[in-house]
């Protein structure tokens, strides 16, 4: 079997749908000795709109993590997005096309921009992809003091808040973009290139794969995913914000969902579906400490724990691997 084959064998990832079930069962335990709810409706519609925002990254950054590379500049995209979908719309139904189609024209833009940085330039991903987020970020504090735009109505109550029973459209909306990369990373070529490139990008090269029209696409996509975010975001807000990928820390919150995942940082192996899980965890942390009205403090100091159980819990998994290979 060849390299490129061994590369796009999927791999499953059972760990952390275990610790998602016993998250939820330990919070929903804690919370009910504690006299509340954390099943209800409410809290179950604010944790998939959690999730849905950060879903959304998460699933980005998990194809540009799979290829080897990375993307610090979300956030800053994020918050550029809100701005661009609101100011475009100025609260007119009639925009609400011509505004997502160009909120996506300038995400693509971002994207291509990282892509050519990391594979034609060679700039390292961690640099060139804080550097592009650097300048987004002047541009956004030099040029706006706070919310701007107005987002459609229209979007507002279909994305921002209609649902489906408990289920928000917007989570839906995740669900679908995680079932496209899936598909995409199973089942086409894309995918299993993807894949060989983040595990060895010579091997991947010599055996035909254009390693570098990959991984450039990938940043594409993962800069796509953000502006969807952002667009989810702005519907939810009403307007553009300019420091809401910043400070909802989506860069560093989508990396520790890819990571929780099973996603390798360096590449090569993971996937979507352990990513919506670890999403999935993380918002259930979140669900279940503002039921407790938990400081937010400790929550991070909670989310780090758990990030580090993680990567600390794969490692071993791979050493153990090591040993037994032949």
Known sequence: MSALSLAAVPRRVPGVFLALALTLAVGWLVVAVNGGQLFNQ????????????????????????????????????????????AETMNGSDGAVLPAVGLTLAVCAGVGLLNGVLVTRLRVNAFIATLGVGLLLKGYLDSGYDGPAGSTAPALVQTLGYQRIGPVPLSFLLLVAVAGAAWFALARTRFGHHLVAVGGDPEVARLSGVRTTR?????????????????????????????????????????????????????????????????????????????????????????????????????????????????
């Open 42 to 85: 409410a809290t179950t519609v604010s944790l998939l709109h959690v999730a849905a925002g950060l879903g959304l990254v998460a699933v980005g950054q998990t194809l540009v993590v799979l290829g080897g590379s990375l993307d610090l500049s979300v956030a800053y995209v994020i918050s550029l997005s809100t701005l661009v979908a």
């Open 214 to 326: 990959v991984l450039l696409t990938a940043h594409v996509l993962c800069s796509l995913c953000a502006g969807l975010a952002g667009i989810y975001l702005a519907s939810r807000l009403g307007s553009g914000a300019p420091r809401v990928g910043t400070e909802g820390l989506y860069d560093l919150e989508s990396i520790a969902a890819v990571v929780i995942g099973g996603t390798a940082l360096a590449g090569g192996r993971g996937g979507v579906l352990g990513t919506v899980a670890g999403v999935l965890l993380l918002a259930s942390i979140d669900a279940t400490f503002n039921q407790l009205e938990v400081d937010a403090f400790f929550k991070q100091v909670v989310r780090g724990v758990v990030i580090i159980a993680a990567v600390a819990v794969y490692a071993r998994r791979n050493l153990r691997k090591a040993a037994w290979r032949p």
